[in-house]
Nanobody, 122 residues
Framework: QVQLVESGGGLVQAGGSLRLSCSAS????????MGWFRQAPEKEREFVAS????????SYADSVKGRFTISRDNAKNTLSLQMNNLKPEDAAVYYC???????????????WGQGTQVTVSS
């Protein structure tokens, strides 16, 4: 079955950086678009970024554009999210997901990881 396992979360000061990773198995990773979502306490899960199968096209939420970079390594079945200039409002549980399209700010996701916590201190 499809398994997505996130890692790399932690505590960082505002202005700092973190790099999240998602290891995928049980699917042909290079065939599918992937995405990152996040959910803060008492808020709905929201789209962060997505990337197409080749890595040549990506989409970002306005709130992270210019600070976050999504990438993938199809040889290693790994999705990444480089997060720079983190803000307290970026604190959330971050999830990777298999999405149906890169070209949407609210893509449908078919599979989810268990999430990794990102905490940003001010």
């Amino acid at each position: 079955q499809v398994q997505l396992v996130e890692s790399g979360g932690g505590l960082v000061q505002a202005g700092g950086s973190l790099r999240l990773s998602c290891s995928a198995s049980g699917l042909t990773f290079s065939d599918v678009p992937m995405g990152w979502f996040r959910q803060a306490p008492e808020k709905e899960r929201e789209f962060v970024a997505s990337i197409n199968w080749s890595g040549r096209a990506s989409s970002y939420a306005d709130s992270v554009k210019g600070r976050f970079t999504i990438s993938r390594d199809n040889a290693k079945n790994t999705l990444s999210l480089q997060m720079n200039n983190l803000k307290p409002e970026d604190a959330a549980v971050y999830y990777c997901a298999v999405v149906r399209t890169t070209f949407s700010k609210n893509p449908i996701a078919d599979y989810w990881g268990q999430g990794t916590q990102v905490t940003v201190s001010s």
